[in-house]
């Protein structure tokens, strides 16, 4: 791989998310399904790699441990920037933490996935909303318990009023999330952000899926690399290596 003067890694459940800086503040951002195609990418990289393992268990894949020059940003390093506003700290995800980071100030982050987190950093600190499900992980729960109903995809058409099941079911999965997305971001600038409006950053791989049924104005902001920013912000800070990777 082409030099890097610092790469960053976000290990998910399901995918490695690697970011790279274009320069000017600019991030791209790549998404692998399979660590060890990273680690094959990364092998040899004289780079700076930092990683961050959001997932379930906190631990990397196998394949990261030999990654020379891996950092790895552990609870410990950023549970200080949530202070006290979690009851329980240990629960609390990483992701969360770095996308209201990225934030670089005041607003909403709401981050789309298999599950959609909805967070605030008000002036008087982190203001942390919901998770719900994400549009997939809604489609497939309700399928799941109840086959007869019409697995929906992103590409449904939702109709008001409906004339179909399909219909029905789109404008419940993808219009009643959307909306109770925005409703809970909505709660959420009324208690943290009375008398102004807040700045809103939309981030996730169904990102674009939530703007599309956002009917306030104004409009969030979509932001693919929002976490990454946070890691930046963390690094900047002069956050000492964490200890391990394991």
Known sequence: MEHRDRILLEVGNTTVKLARSTGGGGIVVERYEDPEEVAGLLDGCDAEIVCVPVGSGGNLPPAFHDLAGLRVMRRADLLPFAGSSYASPETLGLDRILNLAGLAGQ??????????????????????????????????????????????????LVALP???????????????????????????????????????????????????????????ELDAALLFRGMLRMLEKQMPPASGSG
């Open 107 to 156: 607003g909403i982050a709401i981050s789309c996935g298999t599950a959609i987190t909805i967070d605030a950093m008000t002036p008087d600190g982190p203001f942390w909303g919901a998770i719900m499900p994400g549009f997939g992980t809604a489609a497939l729960g309700l399928h799941d318990r109840i086959p007869v109903l019409p697995l929906v995809s992103a590409d449904a």
């Open 162 to 220: 409906a004339r179909t099941s399909l219909e029905s079911v789109a404008n419940g999965v993808l219009l009643g999330t959307a909306l109770a997305v925005a409703g809970l971001a909505g709660r959420l600038a009324a208690l943290g952000f009375p008398g102004a409006a807040p700045r809103v950053v939309v981030t996730g791989g169904d990102g674009e899926l939530l703007l599309r049924y956002w009917n306030d104005v104004p409009a969030p």
